[in-house]
């Protein structure tokens, strides 16, 4: 075997083990999973996992490291596309905005282990010993800024808005896992961005008066 292919097989082997991980953390939490459910899961003895993954928690890690690779993947061409057409007068096209914004909820739609991951683990993470706490808070205000600065120009408080529209992508992907898909969430999320951010000629309520 060459060194080409004993890397590739690596590799494969890191990846099943990410998707199993990723299924068994989505149903379990970190808590309640265990290093040997996941190796059991793959054909491996624990300590064939741990070669790959130190430990429980750099396997969590790694975990949300995977999530944001894949997010990364497919959304990035649309956040090229919202700051391309923003260059210049610092103002996102609204039609840019709303289209990433979708991508982002399509692409829970299309990973829904991942969806379930994402949401069990930012529920545990309240907890200030969570090991994954301080990526949670980090990335919550990553988003907010990103957020606010495509809002600017199509909403009143754009900081505000973009608390609206994380918190609508974070509770319309819940309930959708708690009625496992039992409606269609991307048909919701389109409806709901008519009200949050209306086209210059719509009548919708302005964005910051949802909720209150």
């Known amino acids: 075997m060459t060194v080409k292919q004993k890397r ?14 990723i ?3 989505g149903q379990r939490g970190y808590h ?4 040997q459910q996941v190796a059991q899961a793959c054909g491996l003895t624990n300590g064939g996992l741990l070669y790959h993954f130190g430990s429980k928690e750099q396997l969590l890690v790694a975990v949300l490291e995977e999530r944001d690779r894949r997010y990364a993947q497919i959304v990035s061409a649309d956040v090229d596309l919202c700051a391309e057409e923003a ?3 610092g103002i996102y096209v ?7 914004l979708r991508a982002i909820m399509a692409r829970s739609v299309a990973e829904p282990e991942i969806m379930r991951l994402f949401t069990v683990l930012q529920s545990e993470a309240l907890d200030a010993e969570h090991p994954a706490h301080a990526y949670f808070r980090r990335r919550e205000a990553m988003v907010l800024d990103e957020f606010a600065a495509m809002l600017t120009g199509h909403a009143p408080n754009p900081r505000a808005t973009a608390r609206q529209v994380l918190a609508l992508l974070d509770g319309l992907a819940q309930q959708w896992l708690r009625e496992n898909g039992g409606f269609d969430l991307l048909a919701e ?8 951010l209306p086209s210059a000629g719509d009548t919708a309520p302005a964005a910051n008066a949802i909720g209150t």
């Open 8 to 21: 590739d097989d690596a590799e494969a082997r890191r990846r099943h083990i990410l998707d199993e991980a």
């Open 23 to 25: 299924r068994i953390i």
């Open 32 to 35: 309640g999973f265990t290093v």
């Open 87 to 89: 260059e210049g007068t």
């Open 94 to 100: 609204r039609a840019a905005v709303l289209q990433l």
């Open 189 to 196: 999320w389109d409806a709901v961005m008519t009200l949050l």
